[in-house]
């Protein structure tokens, strides 16, 4: 397998050509001493031939280090196991830790992520969500408490909690940073402030109304209706993205304080860590989970002892604000766009390669009527040149209909500079243009039976079940034009 490199705005692998991901977030959410799901040949087998050849492999820190110092040798013999077959079926993993609300707390509450030994909740107790799992990022003492505690690199047992997270990264570095199959390191899942969660919330509900009240953007008549007849849907559609991001502009503040006091020194520190047992892997810059709605964020790029790190890149996250709820049938692609185009500017000032790092969000993967919203969202990512992972694996999805959104068309690894790719409207054709280097070969992933037409030569580099291929183009030096017809 190719090592995958940097350069500029693009992930590049050992001959240059641009390397575009497309693949599937895989979690572990549940405690036990073996990874959760059994990623063995079979399933391999069906990821690549669906065109996937990257995973984000969330593990949680209470599985790996469950007491202070000891890491559980039986768990990571399970992850050097999928490290093992994803080398074999060339598929990339990006080493996710993974958190939601910090922690599990023993069950209560919805979240996953620290060991108990690392909730330093100042007695709080956590308590069960009423409405939706995050409500205790704004509002749960105990999870503010948790993560003021991590940021400050408050002591447990005479170590600061930072010093002992780093300590697990560094582990997980020397043990995997050799690996072919190693895209990365996700050093910390949508980071929250902690205690002034609180106050941002009480500033975006205060913005809200504002903007109800006095917003041009906003027809005022529409929310009494809706109100009225009790329409959940034309309520959500009074506040399409442009609005959403009028509301959330007003908490900029405040994430920017946290980003460049708490987070970007967090980064740079876990990154020079790393960078002390091996110099291979790409670290990912995640927003923070405010960020998700758009708030702007503001972290530097990572810095390993005083100097830019030039393996790096940014994994935005992004849903509908109906996310996580019955109302998710309702999601609004608009909003979601406008989220991601806050996200675009990000990366443009952090100049470094995106990858979407979550997105989806439908909690049955067999349902299939939110199919046109993923698809636009999809023709999204394409017109940025952004690889995605999908949010997420169930454990039986390679046969399912969610394929057939997913097991999308794409170009793999590109000889030269992508100009632009993606599918026509009626989805019957697919273009790739770039100004190829005329000496190594372009990769396509074809997720049907397609013809051909391009000014090089093209070969099936390798066939997949229903008629999926990889393409192989060689084109000379110049301008190239690549179109596929599905049959």
């Known amino acids: 397998m190719d090592r995958i490199s940097v350069d500029q705005m693009n992930f590049v692998d050992s001959v240059g050509r641009t390397r575009i991901f497309n693949g599937m977030n895989i979690d572990d959410k549940l405690i036990g001493d073996v990874f959760r799901y059994n990623l063995d040949e079979d399933f391999f087998e069906k990821y690549v031939s669906n ?31 999928i490290f093992r077959l994803a080398e074999r079926y060339g598929v990339y993993i990006l080493l996710d830790m993974h958190q939601d609300l910090f922690s599990g707390f023993n069950g209560v509450g919805g979240g996953d992520g620290a060991p108990d030994w690392a909730c330093l909740t100042d007695g709080i107790k956590p308590k069960p969500y009423r409405f939706v799992w995050a409500e205790a990022y704004m509002f749960g003492k105990w999870v503010h408490n948790c993560f003021d505690h991590f940021w400050n690199n408050d002591k447990f047992d005479g170590q600061g909690l ?76 009074s506040f399409p993205g442009d609005v959403i991001r009028d509301i959330v502009n007003k908490i900029d503040k405040y994430e920017k304080e946290f980003d460049l006091k708490y987070y970007s020194p967090f980064l740079n520190k876990i990154a020079s860590s790393i960078r002390k047992v091996t ?12 960020c998700n709605i758009g708030v702007r964020f503001s972290a530097e790029p990572i ?38 185009n806050e996200m675009r500017n990000s990366q443009l000032r952090l100049s470094v390669p995106a990858i979407v790092g979550e997105w989806g969000g439908c909690s049955d993967n ?32 390679m046969d399912a209909p969610l394929m057939q959104m997913l097991g999308r068309t794409y170009p793999v690894a590109v000889a030269g500079d992508i100009l632009r790719y993606g599918r026509d409207s009626g989805h019957r054709t697919f273009t ?31 066939s997949y079940h229903d008629g999926a ?19």
């Not at 190693?182 to 975006?204: H, Q, V």
């Not at 199919?371 to 039986?396: I, K, M, R, T, V």
């Open 469 to 487: 291929s990889l393409i192989g183009i060689e084109a000379g030096k110049g301008k190239t034009a690549v179109v596929l017809t599905f049959d």
């Open 279 to 290: 110099p291979d892997g790409i670290f990912v810059i995640e927003q923070p989970y405010f």
């Open 162 to 237: 930072q010093d002992r997270y780093t300590d697990l990264w560094q582990m997980l570095a020397s043990r995997y940073g050799e690996s072919p199959a190693l895209f990365g390191y996700d050093l910390f899942n949508e980071p929250a402030p902690g205690s002034s969660a609180k106050k941002m919330i009480l500033r975006l509900a205060l913005s809200g109304v504002r903007q109800a009240l006095t917003s041009k953007k906003i027809k005022r008549l529409s929310i009494l209706s809706a109100l009225f007849k009790k329409d959940s849907k034309l309520l959500l559609d």
């Open 51 to 81: 065109g996937f050849n990257l995973i984000r492999l969330a593990v949680q820190w209470a599985n790996i280090e469950p007491c202070p110092g000891v890491y559980n040798e039986t768990y990571l013999m399970s992850i050097d196991n």
């Open 366 to 397: 067999k349902d299939t009527s939110w199919f046109g919203h993923a698809d636009e969202l999809l023709d999204y990512f394409d017109s940025n040149q952004w690889g995605q992972l999908y949010w997420d694996y169930h454990g039986d999805d």
């Open 303 to 340: 810095e390993v002892n005083g100097k830019r790190e030039p393996l790096q890149c940014f994994a935005p996250h992004a849903y509908d604000i109906t996310v996580d709820t019955p109302l998710y049938k309702y999601a609004d692609t608009g909003r979601v766009k406008a989220f991601f």
């Open 432 to 462: 790739l243009e770039y100004e190829s280097d005329g000496v190594n070969e372009t990769v396509i992933y074809a997720h049907c039976p397609c013809t051909v037409n391009c000014n090089g030569k093209a070969r099936i580099i390798k």
